[in-house]
């Protein structure tokens, strides 16, 4: 099938590649020329796990190409997949959904022949349905299908999310893109994908119900690890007893710092602005963002008490700085909040990420990237795990520990307090009692 892309991000760069190696034509099409530009090089834009190799290998098979001309690719495609960003709207927190409705004008006049029109995109409920509004004013109903296929991939994870995912939703109100659809994805089906085809407002509102829980799932076992702070319980032996349970499952139950992220933070404050245009009340996610947002002070307030409140001058090496591991994404990082606040009262700050510098902190005084891990954790005060790379997960740290009153705060708990505490390190985790 000829498949059109639009929006080469996370979302659309894995999900064109991965179409093109089941044998599709695919064009990625993007309006960042630069970005572009790298991609026909055959230069990744993203850090993603195994993407360069299959990106190489389809521009090679002539099924994968790049382009900035939309109208073109449109005209040339079948199959369209609207793949740009959805992020909060500024002051508010509805989605802004100026990036979609930006192509859909495009589509309106591109439309040469039938077409299915898929927001892979997370996008509110009844956006399908303004699409098509807007598809409607100057084409027949013939010519296009407005259909919702929300993606569920991780970053990080996103290639074998892709090609062995746990369920392909499918929301669509005519049974000829269903079926065609339910084609593109039969090579995934009969590795044992479940397919699942529903109405389009229900697939569009599958994705936020679904992150929503997540997020609800992170926030849970936050809350429940400061219980276990104040009494004394490790909060691993907690989520290793709940997770064995079927009906709650083990994983998104680790407790850890804020969530993150491109999507949770922005699609469950988007849905609870949803359930609110149509007067209706998501408490439960509501305080979800609530407590969310606290957590990053709560984790701060933990380093001052652990640095006695004296931050000024204090050395840190702050150990990973995107949201999680495997991905180089910066979107809503809890470090955005906690590395500014510490910069603020005077520490000196060096971080190390295995994605390298970020731009972010260009502006924080006493912030400076680390070329490597060893160079971070040089004479310092204080050490914060914050990301769960495998890089971190097996230190030496007597190696690298020269003064033995360096703290380690562990904010993932990557380590065995026990184990610490015999190697007669400084180490301090979550949820895991105040020592
Ligand atoms: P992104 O910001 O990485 O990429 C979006 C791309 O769209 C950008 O490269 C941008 O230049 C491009 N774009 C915007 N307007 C365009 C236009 N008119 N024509 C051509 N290109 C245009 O975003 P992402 O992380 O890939 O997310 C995309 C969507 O998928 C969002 O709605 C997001 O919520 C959803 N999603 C993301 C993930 C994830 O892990 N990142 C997972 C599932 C769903």
Same mark, same amino acid.
């Given at each position: 099938?000829?498949?059109?892309?639009?929006?080469?991000?996370?979302?659309?760069?894995?999900?064109?590649?991965?179409? %093109?190696? $089941?044998?599709?034509?695919?064009?990625?099409?993007?309006?960042?020329?630069? #970005?572009?530009?790298?991609?026909?090089?055959q230069i990744i834009p993203i850090y993603e796990p195994g993407l360069d190799e299959l990106v190489k290998k389809n521009i090679k098979n002539k099924r994968l190409?790049?382009?900035?001309?939309?109208?073109?690719?449109?005209?040339? =495609?079948?199959?369209?997949?609207?793949?740009?960003?959805?992020?909060?709207?500024?002051?508010?927190s509805s989605a802004d959904l100026s990036q979609i409705y930006g192509v859909a004008k495009e589509l309106c006049s591109s439309l040469n022949k039938f077409k299915i029109i898929i927001t892979k995109s997370t996008v509110p409920v009844t956006t399908g349905d303004e699409i098509e509004k807007i598809l409607s004013r100057k084409n027949s109903k013939k010519k296009?299908?407005?259909? !919702?296929?929300?993606?569920?991939?991780?970053e990080g994870e996103a290639i074998r999310?892709?090609?062995?995912?746990d369920r392909i939703v499918v929301g669509s109100?005519?049974?000829?893109?269903?079926?065609? $659809?339910?084609?593109?994805?039969?090579?995934?089906?009969? #590795?044992?994908?479940?397919?699942?085809?529903?109405?389009?407002?229900?697939?569009?509102?599958?994705?936020?119900? !679904?992150?929503?829980?997540?997020? +609800?799932?992170?926030?849970?076992?936050?809350?429940?690890?400061?219980?276990?702070?104040?009494?004394?319980?490790?909060?691993?032996?907690?989520?290793?007893?709940?997770?064995?349970?079927?009906r709650i499952g083990?994983?998104? $139950?680790?407790?850890?710092?804020?969530?993150?992220? %491109?999507?949770?933070? #922005?699609?469950?404050?988007?849905?609870? =602005? +949803?359930?609110? #245009?149509?007067?209706?009340? $998501?408490?439960?996610?509501?305080?979800?963002?609530k407590s969310n947002d606290n957590r990053s002070k709560l984790l701060l307030k933990r380093v001052y008490e652990i640095l006695n409140n004296k931050i000024k001058n204090k050395k840190i090496s702050f150990l990973g700085v995107t949201f999680k591991a495997n991905t180089d994404d910066m979107r809503d990082s809890s470090s955005l909040k906690m590395i500014p606040d510490l910069s603020k009262k005077g520490a000196i700050i060096r971080y190390y990420d295995p994605t390298g510098y970020k731009v972010e902190f260009k502006k924080n005084k006493n912030v400076e990237f680390a070329k490597s891990l060893t160079k971070c954790l040089e004479k310092t005060d204080l050490i914060i795990i914050h990301t769960e790379w495998n890089d971190f997960k097996s230190l030496d740290f007597k190696k690298f520990i020269k003064n033995k009153k360096t703290i380690i705060f562990d904010m993932r708990n990557l380590y065995s307090s026990q184990v610490m505490a015999k190697k007669k390190l400084n180490y301090f985790s979550v949820g895991r009692g105040l020592k």
């Open positions: 099938m000829k498949l059109c892309m639009i929006g080469t991000g996370y979302v659309g760069l894995v999900s064109g590649v991965c179409f %093109s190696d $089941l044998g599709n034509e695919v064009i990625c099409v993007d309006k960042n020329l630069a #970005k572009i530009k790298k991609l026909q090089s190409t790049f382009s900035n001309d939309l109208k073109n690719s449109i005209r040339k =495609s079948d199959i369209i997949f609207i793949c740009v960003g959805t992020p909060t709207k500024k002051g508010g296009f299908s407005v259909v !919702s296929n929300p993606e569920f991939l991780r999310d892709f090609v062995y995912p109100n005519d049974k000829r893109s269903n079926r065609i $659809l339910r084609n593109l994805y039969s090579p995934l089906i009969a #590795k044992g994908a479940k397919y699942v085809h529903t109405s389009r407002r229900a697939a569009e509102l599958i994705k936020y119900a !679904s992150n929503a829980f997540l997020a +609800t799932k992170i926030t849970f076992i936050n809350e429940i690890a400061n219980l276990c702070e104040k009494i004394n319980i490790n909060i691993d032996d907690i989520s290793i007893g709940m997770g064995l349970d079927q083990s994983r998104f $139950l680790r407790a850890g710092p804020a969530y993150g992220g %491109s999507c949770f933070p #922005k699609d469950t404050k988007a849905i609870t =602005s +949803t359930a609110d #245009k149509f007067k209706t009340n $998501l408490s439960v996610i509501k305080s979800v963002i």
